[in-house]
């Protein structure tokens, strides 16, 4: 079985990606924290490396192949952006979670321990910088709701639901 988990910047994929995919016996792929490593790796911020990534669109191309080889193996659910695009030919169930960003960047806030306003600039500038190259890369609009829904299974705005609320509705839908 392959799952894909999509949604903007603190939406929610890791988190429940990751007990999804616990719950179901699959494994387990991100392709953020796979940014993040390069990013580390090249001794850049976030806001530096997506700067970097719009000059070397190869970078976007080379996480993209990766999903695909990764997904060949089988029994995996894979958290990225664009997984729900990028694989709805091989994808079993398609997952999109949504929610206002004030609520993304709060939960990114706490995730990293950092402050809010630094947090909201990175954010705005990460995901401008995505939605411009995703556009031209790839022809999808991640800000286009009704796009979305056409590319994935279920669509679950996550504000005011709690991780097991959030777990608990995806598992139950796939055990259906």
Do not use: W
């Not at 190869?58 to 894979?78: C, G, Y």
């Not at 960047?105 to 909201?120: A, F, G, L, N, P």
């Amino acid at each position: 079985m392959i799952i894909t988990i999509s949604g903007l910047h603190g939406t929610g994929k890791s988190t429940v990606g990751k007990l999804v995919a616990k719950a179901l016996g699959l494994d387990y792929y991100s392709t953020g924290q796979a940014f993040r490593d390069l990013a580390k790796e090249m001794e850049m911020n976030l806001q530096e490396f997506s700067r970097y990534v719009e000059e070397h669109p190869n970078i976007d191309k080379q996480l993209d192949e990766k999903i695909i080889k990764i997904a060949e193996k089988n029994n995996i659910l894979i958290d990225s952006q664009l997984s729900g695009h990028i694989l709805r030919n091989v994808a079993d169930f398609k997952i999109h979670l949504t929610c206002s960003l004030e609520t993304r960047v709060r939960r990114i806030t706490d995730r990293d321990q950092s402050s809010y306003e630094q947090k909201m600039k990175e954010t705005l500038i990460r995901e401008s910088s995505e939605l411009e190259r995703f556009k031209k890369l790839y022809d999808i609009n991640l800000d286009d709701l009704e796009e979305i829904k056409l590319f994935h299974d279920l669509v679950i705005d996550t504000e005011g639901l709690s991780i097991d609320e959030i777990v608990e509705l995806i598992v139950s839908k796939l055990s259906n």
